[in-house]
């Protein structure tokens, strides 16, 4: 019974999760996730996502789903930890927790693989079995790699052979490379993101890093984590720890804050003086996340896209709508026509036109203005 | 049997990989070839609107490339695929 409450309370903090994520629309990097738009990221998880995108209730059921895996997750850090309660609720009230899980984003899903793998480390599973998750995992995000150094650990551990190097994790890491170089624009579009505040100085980097690792475990769990993957001398985990502080000092995007979590979950596991003391800390990190959440809130403002949306539905099947301006793929999982960028020949042919640069200067004697919309926009009647 | 899944998995995606990506050796191996299809992927996606991510491309020869437009959208996404003179 006591099984069944602790189940049913979880899966309703779930729902409140994906719920609030819900209430700011589907954002650019989600949309290419619902609608398996093959850049950046390997076809596995988006791929088996697009086949629902046709459902209109599509984006509330993976949110409702990626937010219950994550927090159902617990189980696995209850498992692991011998049943300390206290770590599992570091878990669910962690900043990585609070602002990921209910995303459609792929790096909480990435995160999930890594804590399942350590999972899968600490009960001896087999290492094809093993295997198997690291391909998925890869085949799900690039960003997967970074873990490399705990696989190739739990490989090395248990059968200290060059050849099972070579098939648990060459083979699958030769794969993907593989898989890059039948996409040609995958690379390209690496080449462009790596150009990304190149600006930005060293300090401002160590910075952005420190805040995101802050973020992933609420401040405690990431001091806890830390330390114990230090002091247990865990070298797979401290590996990965600084490939990802790497990938995010070059790349600060704040939604790999939850790469993090797995990684300091783990630390503390591994190092048992620091279990002891997450019973003292739970209060206190909890406190830590939800103030995180203050800076959640201003992620909720709703997409102009999706406040375009019924506007949108007036549109007749064979026009297009026509977008001025740099635009996100929101505009194409909201929009029920094709989306095009904006050129006057084809204004002909547009049902539609959303000016986010200015349209000044435009003929759109054919299109009448929407007055009431949040962005400009020009609709044929 | 573990063991036996892994490899027909991994014999799997290199079936699945291997005949792509020899489709598109040209894009690797020759220079030319490369930059003539960079220029041909921004100019169709210019001329006709298209985001870029919308657009593949399938094969190469020296004289052709294999381009396909997959319009992605909400349901079913029509695909529209077609040679170019490079």
């Not at chain 1, 865990?234 to 995010?248: D, E, K, P, R």
């Not at chain 2, 299809?37 to 490339?65: K, P, Q, Y």
């Amino acid at each position: 019974m006591k099984r069944i409450s602790i189940l049913f309370g979880l899966e309703l903090y779930a729902l409140l999760l994906a719920f609030l994520q819900s209430l700011g629309g589907v954002r650019t990097d989600e949309a290419k996730y619902l609608m398996d738009i093959p850049y950046p990221h390997p076809p596995a998880i988006r791929w088996f996502l697009s086949l629902f995108d046709a459902w209109t209730m599509q984006e509330i059921v993976v949110r409702v789903v990626f937010a219950s895996l994550m927090v159902h997750a617990v189980w696995l850090v209850w498992d692991m930890s011998k049943q300390n309660k206290a770590l599992g609720m570091l878990w669910l009230v962690s900043g990585g927790v609070l602002l990921q899980a209910g995303t459609v984003m792929i790096a909480p899903i990435t995160a999930l693989q890594v804590l399942v793998l350590l999972w899968m480390g600490s009960k001896k599973s087999p290492l094809p079995l093993i295997g198997i998750w690291w391909l998925f995992s890869l085949f799900s995000a690039y960003q997967a790699v970074l873990f490399l150094p705990i696989v190739l650990l739990l490989v090395w551990q248990r059968r200290k052979s060059i050849a099972d190097v070579v098939l648990y994790c060459a083979i699958p890491f030769g794969l993907l490379c593989l898989y890059t170089v039948t996409n040609p624009l995958i690379p390209a579009s690496m080449v462009i993101h790596s150009g990304r505040d190149l600006g930005s100085s060293v300090s401002d980097r160590f910075i952005a890093t420190l805040r995101l690792w802050a973020i992933g475990g609420s401040i405690v769990l990431s001091v806890l984590g830390t330390f114990g993957m230090i002091r247990a001398k865990a070298f797979g985990l401290i590996g990965s720890f600084l490939f990802v502080c790497g990938y995010i000092a070059l790349s600060r995007y704040d939604y790999y804050a939850v790469l993090f979590l797995p990684l300091l979950i783990g630390g503390v596991i591994a190092s048992p003086s620091c279990m002891k003391l997450t019973r003292m800390s739970t209060v206190v990190l909890a406190i830590v996340g939800f103030i995180f959440v203050g800076d959640f809130t201003s992620m909720l403002a709703s997409s102009s896209a999706r406040e375009a949306k019924p506007f949108l539905s007036a549109i007749a099947e064979d026009q297009m709508l026509l977008i001025s301006g740099s635009f996100g793929h929101q505009w194409q999982y909201e929009s029920p026509v094709s989306v095009r960028r904006y050129r006057e020949d084809l204004v002909v042919t547009a049902g539609a036109v959303v000016c986010l640069d200015s349209c000044e200067g435009f003929d759109f004697s054919e299109l009448v203005k929407i007055e009431d919309s949040s962005v400009e926009m020009w609709i044929r009647e | 049997m573990y063991f036996k899944s892994y490899i027909a998995l991994l014999a799997i995606v290199v079936v699945l990989l291997v005949p792509r990506a020899w489709d598109l050796r040209l894009l690797y191996i020759d220079a030319d070839v490369r930059s003539k299809v960079e220029v041909l992927l921004r100019e169709e996606s210019e001329r006709n609107g298209w985001v870029l991510s919308d657009l593949s491309i399938v094969s190469l020869t020296t004289t052709t490339a294999r381009l396909c437009y997959r319009e992605h959208r909400r349901g079913e996404d029509p695909i529209s695929c077609f040679d170019i003179e490079l």
